[in-house]
Structure formats: structure tokens, C-alpha cells
């Protein structure tokens, strides 16, 4: 679907008056403000996928994947793009964890919502991501600690590490990238 220019501007209009917007969790908006400009980016787990939904609205980034190993949950994303008219922006794949995605598909990866156990499985079946100038975005459930030594034993660097408060619960958010080599 080609979205109208706004009266405003002469690019196509995400503005409140012209389409609904998805309202992103106090949790999902702090992975999104982790997010480069014209990144493309996968979500993995996306669940519901509002956080897709989200980069597919505001525009800024080059391309999403949103992935689930499951089909249940992905047909949830789907209906959440078409709901707010985006699912031409969104690819959709139902894989567990990277499985059939490279550096070339995605600059950006992003898990959250997983056990910090399941991440590092996630992360050890896919090495390229510590390569290749990935940017990782993790929020885990439980198990940072793990993760975190995971992360520093296999060469990762941990840039920031945010909490955020969302629904009376904390949650950690980290913000890594691979090696500088590759």
C-alpha cells in the first residue's frame, strides 16, 4: 500500500491523523530507542510484534524481520502489521532463534523478553554475531549474569546497560556489539 503524502509534507504521513499508531510498553520503547537510523534490524521472539510495527511506522530504519519459532506468535505479528496497516514492511519468518538469518539480513539484532540462558544458545548457534559490526540489543528475563559472561568470554562488548520500570517490574536492558573483526 502507498501511504498518501500529509498535508504537512510531501512524504508519506505517519502522523496520528492519518493512521492509528501502535503504543510501544515503557520496555519495548527503551530497545527502540537503542535502534540506529537506517538500520535493518530482526526481532527475535517478536511475540505480538508490536516493536516491528513500531520501526515499520516511524520509518527509520532499512528493513525489519520479525521472527518467532512460533507460528502461533508470528501469526500474531501479522495480524498486528496488518492492524496498523504495515505488513508489506515487515518480513516474516518462523525459525528458531537466527536460523536462516545473516549479517546481510539484518545489522541490528534484537531478543527480549527470552531467559539470558536461551539468548546465549540463540547467540551460540549464530557466531556471526560478534562479527561483522552486529549491534545486539538484549533484554533478558533471568540469567544476566550468565549472559553477561557469556557475552564477555566470546569477544562481544557490552556498550550500555539500561533499566527500565514497566508494569511495577524492572527489566535490563544491554546494548552490545560484535568484534571488531571480520
Known sequence: MVRLACFVSATPCF????????????????????????????DIGTDHG????FLAQTGVVK????SDISAASL?????????YDVPE?????????LEGITHTDADTVVIAGLGGETI??????????????????LQPQSKIDLLCRFLYDNGYEILQ????????KYYTVILVTGGKGI
Request: with cysteine.
Open 15 to 42: 502522523c496520528s491523523v492519518c493512521m492509528k499508531r501502535v503504543k510501544l510498553s515503557k520496555r519495548l520503547m527503551a530497545l527502540a530507542e537503542m535502534i540506529e537510523k537506517d538500520a535493518s534490524v530482526a
Open 75 to 83: 501469526a500474531a505479528a501479522r495480524n498486528s502489521a496488518e492492524a
Open 120 to 137: 546465549l544458545g540463540i547467540l551460540e548457534d549464530a557466531p556471526w554475531t560478534k562479527y561483522h559490526h552486529v549491534t545486539l540489543i
Open 50 to 53: 508490536h516493536l516491528p510495527v
Open 161 to 168: 546497560t539500561k533499566s527500565v520500570k514497566d508494569k511495577g
Open 63 to 66: 528493513r525489519i524481520i520479525a
Open 89 to 97: 514492511l515487515i518480513t516474516f519468518l518462523v525459525t528458531p532463534g
